[in-house]
C-alpha cells in the first residue's frame, strides 16, 4: 500500500497520543517513502542506513511536528536535512551505477513529491556546485573523473562542493 | 543495515508527546518579556512621559520597531522549531530592514557632529546594553527551548536570529525605563545590544540546538 498525505498525517497524530499500532504502521510506510525519496540521490546500498538514521531522527523529534500542518513536507524536511548531513560527513559512494527508478513515478502526489524533492533542493544551486556535488558525493566519482566530468580544476570541485552543501543546509526548506 | 536498529524498538519505546504548539510557544516568550519589563519597571522605574500617559513621539517610534524586530525574528525562530519544506518565512527579513533605520538615522545625523548626546552618556549607554541583555537572554531561554524541543534544519540562522530577537525584546523592555530620545544614542547604544546579542546568538545557540 502506498501512503498518502492524509493517512501519514493521521497516523502521526495517533502517534503523538502514544498509540503503538499507529506508529508501526506509520514508521513502515516513512520507511518505504523515504526509501522511494533517497533513491538516485545516494548510493544504493547507503540507502538503508540513510532512512534509518532519518526514522531515529522522525521518532526523536516527532514532537516537533505541528499536526495542523500536513505531514509529508515536515517528513522531508527532516530528511532533507539528514540527506545533507550525510554529504557533509564526507561520504563516499563506492557503487559503480544508480538505477534509473523514478520516485515520482510511484506516488499520486505527484506535484508535492515535486516541490519536496531532493532534486528541486539541488536546482537551487548554482549548477557548478550541484554537478560537482551530483558527482563526488551522489555518484562517488575520484576527484580526477568529478574533474573531467565537469571541466573544472580541482580546487574549483572543493570549493564548489564546500559551498554547495553549505547553501544546500541553508536551503533544506525551500521549495 | 545498522547493527542494533529495529523498527520494533522504535515503537516499544513510543511514548505521548505534546505536540508543537506555536501559540503556547510565542505565549511563553510574551510571558517571559512581560516579566523581564515589570522587573525592570520595578528596579529602574518607568519614563516619566509613559507614565504621565503622554509618551514622546521617539518613544513609541523606538518601541514599535524594537518590538517589530524582536516580533519578526522571534516569530522566525520558533517557526524554525517546526519545519516543513515550503515553510520557510521570510518576515524577519522586513523586521531586520526596518530596524536598521535607527542606525541609518544615527550615523546620517552623527555626521552632521550632533553626537553630544550619545557620547557624553556613555555610562547609560553601557546600562541599556547591560538591561537590554539580561532581557535579551530571560526571553531567549524560551526560544532556545523550543528549538531543542524541536528541529530545525538550519543552526546557524536559528542562533543569528534568535539572538537578534532576544536583542530587539530586551532592548524593548529596557526602552521602558530609558529616558533618551536622542536618535543618535538609540542609534549607537541599541543597536549595540542588538548586535552584541545577535553574535552571541550565532555563537552559542548553534552547539545547544544542533540534532
Not at chain 2, 116 to 124: G, H, I
Amino acid at each position: 500500500m502506498i501512503a498518502n498525505e492524509e493517512g501519514l498525517r493521521r497516523l502521526m497524530r495517533l502517534s503523538q497520543g502514544g498509540d503503538k499500532q499507529a506508529y508501526a504502521i506509520l514508521l513502515e510506510q516513512c520507511g518505504a517513502w523515504l526509501a522511494r525519496y533517497y533513491r538516485q540521490k545516494i548510493a544504493p546500498d547507503a540507502i538503508d542506513d540513510l532512512v534509518q538514521e532519518t526514522l531515529m531522527s522522525l521518532h526523536r523529534k516527532r514532537a516537533s511536528y505541528d499536526p495542523s500542518r500536513p505531514f509529508l513536507p515536515w517528513l522531508a524536511a527532516i530528511a532533507r536535512y539528514r540527506w545533507v548531513d550525510r554529504l557533509r560527513q564526507g561520504y563516499r559512494n563506492e557503487a559503480d551505477s544508480i538505477d534509473n527508478h523514478d520516485p515520482s513515478e510511484d506516488s499520486h502526489e505527484e506535484v508535492v513529491a515535486a516541490k519536496i524533492s531532493i532534486d528541486r533542493l539541488l536546482d537551487l544551486i548554482p549548477a557548478s556546485q550541484s554537478d560537482a556535488i551530483r558527482c563526488m558525493k551522489i555518484e562517488g566519482l575520484s576527484i580526477a573523473e568529478t574533474c573531467q566530468r565537469t571541466g573544472q580544476s580541482q580546487a574549483l570541485v572543493k570549493v564548489n562542493i564546500h559551498r554547495g552543501l553549505k547553501r544546500l543546509s541553508a536551503l533544506v526548506e525551500s521549495e | 543495515m545498522k547493527q542494533g536498529f529495529s523498527l520494533d524498538d522504535l515503537v516499544h519505546d513510543l511514548e505521548p508527546v505534546r505536540p508543537f504548539n506555536m501559540v503556547r510557544a510565542i505565549a511563553s516568550v510574551g510571558a517571559i518579556l512581560a516579566a523581564a519589563a515589570a522587573l525592570i519597571i520595578l528596579s529602574k522605574g518607568m519614563r516619566a512621559d509613559v507614565m504621565a500617559g503622554d509618551p514622546e513621539p521617539m518613544f513609541l517610534i523606538r518601541a514599535g520597531l524594537l518590538l517589530l524586530l524582536g516580533g519578526g525574528c522571534g516569530w522566525a525562530v520558533l517557526s524554525m522549531a517546526s519545519p516543513a519544506v515550503g515553510k520557510q518565512g521570510q518576515s524577519w527579513k522586513m523586521a531586520l530592514a526596518a530596524a536598521a533605520l535607527f542606525p541609518l538615522a544615527a550615523l546620517v545625523v552623527a555626521m552632521t557632529g550632533r553626537i553630544e548626546v550619545a557620547m557624553s552618556n556613555m555610562r547609560y549607554g553601557l546600562d541599556c546594553m547591560a538591561f537590554s541583555g539580561i532581557g535579551g537572554l530571560a526571553t531567549a531561554i524560551p526560544m532556545v527551548l523550543s528549538l531543542r524541543r524541536g528541529a530545525p534544519t538550519n543552526p546557524e540562522r536559528a542562533g543569528w536570529l534568535t539572538g537578534v530577537a532576544a536583542g530587539g525584546l530586551g532592548a524593548f523592555a529596557y526602552g521602558l525605563h530609558c529616558p533618551f530620545n536622542d536618535v543618535v544614542y538609540i542609534g549607537v547604544w541599541y543597536s549595540l545590544a542588538v548586535g552584541v546579542c545577535a553574535l552571541l546568538g550565532r555563537l552559542i545557540v548553534p552547539r545547544l540546538i544542533r540534532w
